[in-house]
């Protein structure tokens, strides 16, 4: 490795290290305590840890679940421990293979050998959680900065402080929601290493990107349409804006991330069913159905209430997942008045953006294909989103509280990153204009 190489390391390392150190001090994973959010989800993770030390890392296929005692109450893993309380039930969970369960499983039995209290791990790994969403968080803004500015930059950051979604969740361990903009931002920095030709070495986008999805895919297949296409975005972005590099270039490497992608989910699946095969003692295609009733269930494919009750028992909720529409579940996202910045919705920032870009276009005298470009790229980084509230409806329908996190993926910051950029635009604009009338004068 160069020393130029092991800079840009040591720098990555030094920003992680600060982020985390960040989320401690800020106390920003404590949001979570709030309950404002899906918090139950996260006791599929404890519980694998407390399966994994009463019955043995490799226990019940490695996967998620719930731990319960006697009276069926979710166990504490402190309990389970120190063999206070035994496991009398563990429901699995075998709809992804949980590689954040296995992670914090061996964390917590490491940290329970050497005497290290659960609710000191716990909270370790809560912080580590929130500042790798600050990581996130400040590597996006990096590539906003390098592409659009520094008012861009600190349109993206000012997500940590308004952005709802950081605001409820950042340090679930269950949805590891930082996982979600990681490809995106690998394919953002990919791309701009292409564009001025300063290449990665040979192999390591697709290496590192595929790493980066094949990981999120094990840790679950949620919102699985809004993190593809999301990783597409920076490379449509400069297939759009770029005329340094070939155009077809710029297809061939978004149809090598497409494809990428495809190979990370079918390993991924079939390293599931694996595990699904080991804990049913069953057949692999047999082991395989509960996977693919799953994914009927996000897609909203059941129509008999037996199927549904394998996943619900509120007849009412199956009801409404039987008798939902996709369009009306897109057109009751695309017209929530859901706060996802500050007191904004989706429509007021879109509608915000479009008239800053607008007044941009006027008052700085852009060009038309200038404005265009903007508004036509805040508009594609809606389709990540819309794509899961379409064809995922069986999920979005009953999910509300939830899936509208999905328009910071990349809507969010693409949205912040362009108002920014176009309101400071437009003040340096009539900053310069008042003091050529002043000057007249």
């Known amino acids: 490795m160069t020393q130029s190489k092991r800079k840009k390391v040591g ?258 699946f079939g390293v599931l069913g694996v595990q699904n095969m080991a804990c049913q003692g069953v057949g692999y295609w047999q082991a395989l159905q509960n996977v693919i009733e799953a994914a009927k269930f996000r897609t909203g494919s059941f129509t008999e209430t037996k199927d549904l009750s394998a996943y619900l028992t509120d007849e009412s909720v199956i009801r409404i997942v039987q008798d939902a529409n996709k369009l009306d579940v897109l057109k009751s996202y695309l017209t929530s008045d859901e706060m996802i910045w500050g007191a904004l919705g989706f429509k007021q920032l879109l509608l915000l953006t479009i008239v800053a870009i607008a007044g941009g276009k006027v008052l700085c005298k852009k060009s038309w294909k200038s404005a265009g470009t903007e508004i036509v790229i805040l508009l594609l980084s809606t389709v990540p989103a819309i794509s899961w509230f379409y064809i995922g409806y069986g999920h979005a329908v009953i999910h509300c509280h939830i899936d509208y996190i999905l328009w910071n993926i990349p809507f969010l910051p693409v949205c912040m990153a362009l108002l920014f950029k176009n309101l400071n635009e437009i003040y340096n604009a009539c900053k310069i204009r008042r003091k050529e009338t002043e000057a007249q004068v």
């Open 11 to 268: 720098r990555l390392l030094l920003l992680l290290l600060v982020s985390i150190i960040a989320a401690y001090v800020t106390n920003w994973q404590a949001v979570q305590s709030d309950g404002l959010w899906d918090f139950h989800s996260e006791e599929l993770v404890w519980g694998r840890a407390a399966n994994a030390i009463e019955n043995g890392f490799w226990a019940d296929g490695a996967l998620l679940g719930a731990a319960w005692d006697a009276n069926q109450q979710v166990l504490n893993v402190q309990d389970v421990a120190d063999g206070t309380q035994s496991i009398i039930s563990y429901v699995w969970y075998g709809r992804q293979s949980g590689l954040q369960g296995s992670i914090v499983a061996a964390i917590v039995m490491l940290a329970c050998k050497v005497g290290i209290p659960f609710a000191t791990t716990q909270r370790l790994l809560w912080v580590i959680t929130a500042g790798l969403m600050v990581f996130m968080l400040v590597l996006l803004a990096g590539w906003f900065k390098r592409e659009w500015g520094n008012a861009a930059a600190a349109g993206v950051l000012s997500c940590l402080v308004f952005c709802a979604w950081m605001q409820k969740s950042m340090a679930n361990m269950y949805w590891l929601t930082w996982m979600m903009l990681a490809p995106m931002i690998v394919t953002a920095y990919w791309g701009h290493s292409i564009k001025t030709q300063k290449s990665w070495p040979k192999g390591s986008g697709e290496l590192l990107l595929f790493a980066v999805i094949f990981a999120k895919f094990l840790c679950g297949y949620e919102f699985i349409t809004t993190i593809m296409l999301a990783s597409e975005l920076p490379i449509l972005y400069y297939f759009l804006t770029d005329k340094t590099v070939e155009k077809k270039k710029w297809v061939w490497t978004a149809f090598k991330i497409g494809v990428l992608e495809l190979v990370a989910f079918a390993l991924s």
